[in-house]
C-alpha cells in the first residue's frame, strides 16, 4: 500500500508539472497529443477538417480483363500483412489491375495519408504559377508572409521551400510531443508555428525534409488564391479528375489554416488519381493544370547536399524518386501512405497503412521497393 502511495505521488507531481509546463509555456496542444498519444491513418475524426468536393459527374476507373488475376506475389502480401496495410492498388493503362482490402476498409474508405498532401501541395503551388498567381519559383516567400520579409529569412525562395531546402530550424521529429512538428500536428495556430521559426542554413544549401515548408507553401497559396486548399484543390485537381468521392483536408481549427503538409484523406482508388495527374504530365484530358517545366522539375532531383554531404538524388518538388529507376516518382506517408508511379508501365500503385517498415534501401522504404519491383514485372 505504501508503494501505491508513492507511485501515485508520482503520478500526480508528473501530470501537475507537465500541465504547468503545457500552460505557463502556452503548449497546451501537448494536452491533445498526451491525449491521442499517437498519430493514426482515422485522425480525420479528431480535427476540423474541410471539404474537396467531388465531381459532380464522376469518372469511376474501369476494371482491366484481367482483374485481380495477375501475379500477386506471396511474399509481398506477407510484407504488407505484417505493416498492417488496410489497402492496395495496382492501375495499369487506366483500368483497375489488381486491389486488395482489410481490416473491413474498401474503395471508398476514408484513411489518411500524412505526407502524401505535400506532393498534392506541391502540385497547387504549380497550378497557382500557371495562373499567374505566383510569378515563379523564384519569388521569394517574404512577398506573401510578412514573417519572411525582414532579415535572413528574407532570402528564402520558393523553390527552397519545395525542395525542403529553406535553411530553417523546423525539428522534423513525429515521436517527440515537444517538437515543433507535433506542435503542428495536434496545434491550432499553424501561421505563428511554421512562421516561428529561425534561419541555420543559408537557403538552397541543404536539403533537409520538413514540413514547415510544406506548411510555408501552403499558407502561400491561401494567400493568393483566396481560398481554402480545399477549395482550390477541388477547383483544380479533385472535380476535373472525376473523383468520386469527396474528400477531406484536415486544419487547425474551425475555420482554420489548411495543414498542407499532412491530413488529406480520401481511398486508394481517388488517391489514384493523383498518379494519373502526374503520370499524364500535369494535365487533365489534354489540358496541361502545370506548366511543363514545373511538372519535370517535380519529379527530377534537386540534387542539393543532403546532411550526410551527398547530393540528394531522391527528392523533387516535394516528390520522392527512386535512386535506382530515376523514372519512377512516389509520394510517401510517415505510416505507410503511398502514390507510386511507374511511367514505363503506365502504372500507379497506391498502398494505405497502419505501418511503414523502418527499413530503406537506397533512402526507399522496403515495402515501396517491393511493391516497384511488383510493378515493373506486372
Not at 256 to 280: H, S
Not at 352 to 378: D, F, Q
Request: overall charge positive; proline content about 3%.
Amino acid at each position: 500500500m505504501r508503494i501505491l502511495k508513492w507511485l501515485f505521488i508520482v503520478l500526480i507531481v508528473v501530470v501537475g508539472a507537465f500541465s504547468a509546463y503545457a500552460v505557463l509555456f502556452d503548449q497546451t496542444y501537448l494536452f491533445k497529443a498526451a491525449y491521442y498519444n499517437f498519430s493514426a491513418i482515422d485522425d480525420y475524426t479528431i480535427f476540423e477538417n474541410n471539404k474537396v468536393a467531388k465531381a459532380k459527374e464522376d469518372k469511376p476507373w474501369p476494371l482491366a480483363t484481367a482483374y485481380n488475376k495477375n501475379a500477386y506475389p506471396d511474399s509481398l502480401n506477407n510484407l504488407l500483412e505484417d505493416l498492417s496495410t488496410v489497402g492496395v492498388l495496382m492501375i495499369k493503362n487506366d483500368s483497375i489491375l489488381f486491389e486488395k482490402y482489410w481490416e473491413g476498409y474498401s474503395d471508398s474508405s476514408l484513411s489518411g495519408s500524412f505526407s502524401v498532401a505535400k506532393s498534392i501541395t506541391s502540385i497547387l503551388i504549380g497550378a497557382a504559377i500557371k495562373e499567374g498567381k505566383i510569378k515563379s519559383v523564384e519569388q521569394r516567400v517574404g512577398d506573401f508572409i510578412p514573417a519572411f520579409a525582414v532579415g535572413d529569412k528574407a532570402e528564402v525562395k520558393i523553390k527552397d521551400l519545395l525542395t525542403m531546402s529553406s535553411g530553417t530550424n523546423w525539428n522534423e521529429s513525429y515521436w517527440n510531443p515537444l517538437a515543433v512538428t507535433a506542435e503542428a500536428y495536434y496545434g491550432a495556430d499553424l501561421m505563428k508555428t511554421a512562421t516561428d521559426v529561425k534561419m541555420v542554413d543559408q537557403p538552397g544549401s541543404l536539403h533537409k525534409y520538413k514540413s514547415g515548408d510544406t506548411q510555408l507553401l501552403g499558407l502561400i497559396l491561401e494567400k493568393v488564391t483566396g481560398k481554402k486548399l480545399s477549395e482550390y484543390a477541388a477547383e483544380k485537381l479533385w472535380q476535373p479528375l472525376g473523383a468520386s468521392n469527396d474528400a477531406l483536408w484536415s486544419t487547425d481549427g474551425p475555420n482554420g489554416n489548411t495543414k498542407a503538409f499532412c491530413c488529406f484523406n480520401t481511398n486508394t482508388r481517388d488517391f489514384a488519381r493523383i498518379g494519373k495527374f502526374m503520370l499524364d504530365s500535369g494535365k487533365i484530358n489534354g489540358v496541361s493544370v502545370i506548366d511543363s517545366a514545373y511538372w519535370k522539375q517535380s519529379i527530377t532531383a534537386c540534387n542539393i547536399k543532403d546532411a550526410k554531404g551527398l547530393a540528394c538524388n531522391y527528392y523533387g518538388y516535394q516528390w520522392w524518386l527512386d535512386p535506382q529507376h530515376p523514372e519512377i516518382f512516389y509520394a510517401r506517408g510517415i505510416l505507410g501512405q503511398y502514390i507510386i508511379a511507374i511511367p514505363s508501365k503506365k502504372i500507379i500503385i497506391v498502398r494505405l497503412a497502419h505501418k511503414a517498415s523502418k527499413e530503406r534501401v537506397e533512402t526507399v522504404p522496403r515495402e515501396v521497393r517491393a511493391l516497384i519491383n511488383w510493378g515493373l514485372n506486372s
